[in-house]
């Protein structure tokens, strides 16, 4: 399960389950909005600054070298009804290991894209030191 890192008026940034890029997460727009071509300006900068925010975070608490961004909602589409949601996948990556809580972070595919697949499941006690770090890091 997702744990909440921060909540502004128009967005809730979680971080993601599956931990293989440290510090993967999501930025969900709380109304219902099925094109990103549809969000308000006030949303749209509301993003960036989260944006900015969080990859300094991630930079600071991490050393995450560079970051992919995705909005992809192809899931939502492989329901019977589906209800996709605008929101953004943050992919943190690192050219260095990483090492946090007993845990080693290895980027195997490093300046290639992201392999979605690859994945990392972690004690949620271990979720939840990441998700103080990152909050430790980033000025809301």
């Known amino acids: ?7 502004t008026k128009y967005w809730v940034l979680e971080l993601a ?8 997460s999501y930025i969900i727009l709380k109304r219902d909005s099925r094109l990103l071509s549809k969000i308000t300006s006030k949303e749209a900068e509301e993003l960036f600054q989260i944006i900015k925010k969080m990859e300094t975070a991630l930079k600071k608490a991490f050393g995450a070298t560079m970051f992919n ?9 492989k329901a019977k009804n589906p209800k996709p949601q605008v929101h953004l996948h943050c992919w943190p990556r690192y050219k260095k290991i990483v090492k946090f809580e007993g845990e080693v972070f290895h980027d195997e595919v490093f300046a290639h894209h992201y392999d ?15 998700v103080d770090k990152i909050k430790a890091e980033i000025s809301f």
């Open 1 to 7: 399960m997702n744990q909440k890192i921060i909540e």
């Open 116 to 130: 979605k697949y690859r994945e990392k499941k972690l004690n949620p006690k271990i979720l939840k030191k990441i």
């Open 69 to 77: 961004w995705t909005c992809l909602m192809n899931d939502a589409y």
């Open 17 to 24: 389950e599956n931990q293989y890029y440290l510090g993967r």
